[in-house]
């Protein structure tokens, strides 16, 4: 194998692992927001649930006089 056809061939392999190392790092950040936007969606359901249960009572209330 000739120098010039080993020192590209080390380029592409330098290439690779450089491609490797991006990818992991976009990877990494993109699990990251992954769990940030499930913890936000877990916030807003559960935030949810409670407007629901709250407007249920008010609603019962209403029902309550209106009876009255």
Do not use: G, P, Y
């Not at 692992?17 to 913890?39: A, F, G, P, S, T």
């Not at 409670?50 to 609603?59: F, I, Q, S």
Request: aromatic content about 2%; proline content about 0%; some cysteine.
């Amino acid at each position: 194998m000739s120098d010039t056809s080993f020192n590209t061939l080390e380029d592409k392999v330098d290439e690779l692992i450089q491609l490797c190392d991006n990818m992991k790092k976009e990877n990494q950040v993109l699990r990251d927001d992954k769990h940030n936007w499930e913890n936000e969606l877990k916030s807003l359901s559960d935030k949810n649930q409670l407007a629901r249960t709250r407007l249920e009572k008010v609603l019962q209330r209403l029902k309550t006089l209106e009876q009255v």
